[in-house]
């Protein structure tokens, strides 16, 4: 296993544009989280996805965003009309549920998204 | 007040120094605590965990963790270039809560 993998790496779109992010998670764990990280701050919580269920959404995630985990494998991330303010590393990361505490989240490298 | 409040730096430090990081939080209920290392660029990855209240010590890294205090640090001994990066807090209850991550330290070693 390689590990979390995101792609793209970078995206630049226009204002009023739909980007789509896609996270390919370490292939046993269970669960799956998208955190949005923006400079100088730490990643802030977005969305988590146990298996196929969504289970929890942050205030942050307005109703421009959508996340979906179908297969309770990949997940993508949608944004619709995009802001400059969207503009951000996103970032997806994955663990079991179970002992979390102990091994924390395996994070991917992050889509960093310019809104211009 | 934020969860979790972490000094952004940036910290610069000569090679082979102690370096000290530090997180205060206000959840009485968190119970796992974490420290992340973010290269530029890259997502953070896990350094160390600590349950509860304590020490625990990992080659050149030691965390430690006061629950009385709410108050949790990372130490780097005999500090070296490559660890210059950003230092993460993070922190979780014992229940499904997701990480709740502090702002971040910039550390910069210099050689």
């Known amino acids: 296993d390689t590990g979390v993998s995101q792609n793209p790496r970078h995206k630049i779109t226009k204002r009023g544009q739909n980007v789509t992010f896609r996270c390919d998670p370490i292939s046993e764990h269970n669960r799956l989280y998208w955190y949005r990280q923006t400079l100088g701050q730490g990643p802030e919580f977005l969305t988590y996805?146990?298996?196929?269920?969504?289970?929890?959404k942050s205030r942050l995630l307005s109703d421009r965003f959508s996340a979906e985990r179908p297969k309770g494998s990949f997940s993508t991330l949608e944004i619709q009309r995009t802001e400059q303010g969207d503009s951000a590393m996103y970032l997806c990361?994955?663990?079991?549920?179970?002992?979390?505490?102990?091994?924390?989240?395996?994070f991917g490298s992050g889509t960093r998204l310019t809104v211009v | 007040q934020k969860e979790v409040e972490q000094d952004p730096g940036p910290l610069s430090v000569p090679e082979g120094a102690i370096v000290s990081l530090n997180c205060t939080y206000s959840?009485?209920?968190?119970?796992?605590f974490m420290w992340y290392r973010q290269y530029s660029r890259k997502g953070p990855e896990l350094l160390m965990y600590?349950?509860?209240?304590g020490n625990k010590e990992d080659g050149r890294f030691t965390a430690q963790v006061d629950k009385s205090s709410k108050y949790i640090s990372l130490f780097i001994r005999d500090s070296q270039p490559s660890d210059s990066a950003t230092y993460l807090c993070a922190m979780m209850d014992a229940g499904n809560t997701p990480l709740v991550f502090g702002k971040g330290t910039r550390l910069s070693v210099i050689a």
């Open positions: 990361a994955s663990s079991l549920a179970a002992g979390q505490g102990k091994t924390g989240y395996t």
């Open positions: 959840n009485s209920a968190f119970q796992y």
């Open positions: 600590t349950y509860s209240s």
């Open positions: 996805f146990q298996n196929e269920a969504q289970l929890e």
